[in-house]
T-cell receptor
Framework: GAVVSQHPSRVICKSGTSVKIECRSL??????MFWYRQFPKQSLMLMAT?????????EQGVEKDKFLINHASLTLSTLTVTSAHPEDSSFYIC??????????????FGNGTRLTVT | AQSVAQPEDQVNVAEGNPLTVKCTYS??????LFWYVQYPNRGLQFLLK??????LVKGSYGFEAEFNKSQTSFHLKKPSALVSDSALYFC?????????????FGAGTTVTVRA
């Protein structure tokens, strides 16, 4: 089946530093990728949609300069949390759509990244 | 606009008993409906989907869901729950007419199956 690899699974960083999270589709071409944030015992909050080769589309209230998203290839999207603060600590999850899949295909999810900012 | 409601934060059942996780949806047009399961500190795993056709959909790990258009519901069911089914379950919807592939997720239901 389609596999999405998300790395790192856990990261601890100091306040003010930047952290990059990678999301790779291993056996399919991901024309569209989504980035979510999840707070403990809560649902997924969509942060942005990225399409390969174009700028990401951010949801209302998400700071695009703080959460930099790059989707430079059909198999890789990255989320960079810039100048991280403790309130950015969260669980970040990516998902990908198989470009060759049917219109109604399910999204494939990475295993998430637990970010802790100290 | 599209949205999902999962009215129960938690569902507790004994192993071997039937399990039901409720979901209702709202879309302008017709829905694509999905169920996902999440284990601690992991991403979401796809269980099943409703696209069109038969209202009873069978999925992974013995789960099934029934689409009911008149009640706008898509409840997840398993005839005999296992302790290993304990996890967080999400229902999601997308309007068939949507061209951005975004899913709207419910708040999630934590299922606990006791031995």
């Amino acid at each position: 089946g389609a596999v999405v690899s998300q790395h790192p699974s856990r990261v601890i960083c100091k306040s003010g530093t930047s952290v990059k999270i990678e999301c790779r589709s291993l056996d399919f071409q991901a024309t569209t990728m989504f980035w979510y944030r999840q707070f403990p015992k809560q649902s997924l909050m969509l942060m942005a949609t990225s399409n390969e080769g174009s700028k990401a589309t951010y949801e209302q209230g998400v700071e695009k300069d703080k959460f930099l998203i790059n989707h430079a290839s059909l198999t890789l999207s990255t989320l960079t949390v810039t100048s991280a603060h403790p309130e950015d600590s969260s669980f970040y999850i990516c998902s990908a759509r198989d470009g060759a899949g049917a219109y109604n295909s399910p999204l494939h999810f990475g295993n998430g990244t637990r970010l802790t900012v100290t | 606009a599209q949205s999902v409601a999962q009215p129960e934060d938690q569902v507790n059942v004994a192993e071997g008993n039937p399990l039901t996780v409720k979901c209702t949806y709202s879309v302008s047009g017709n829905p694509y409906l999905f169920w996902y399961v999440q284990y601690p500190n992991r991403g979401l795993q796809f269980l099943l989907k409703y696209i069109t056709g038969d209202n009873l959909v069978k999925g992974s790990y013995g789960f099934e869901a029934e689409f009911n258009k008149s009640q706008t519901s898509f409840h997840l069911k398993k005839p005999s729950a296992l302790v290993s089914d304990s996890a967080l379950y999400f229902c999601a919807v997308r309007d068939v007419r949507s061209n951005d592939y975004k899913l709207s997720f419910g708040a999630g239901t934590t299922v606990t199956v006791r031995a």
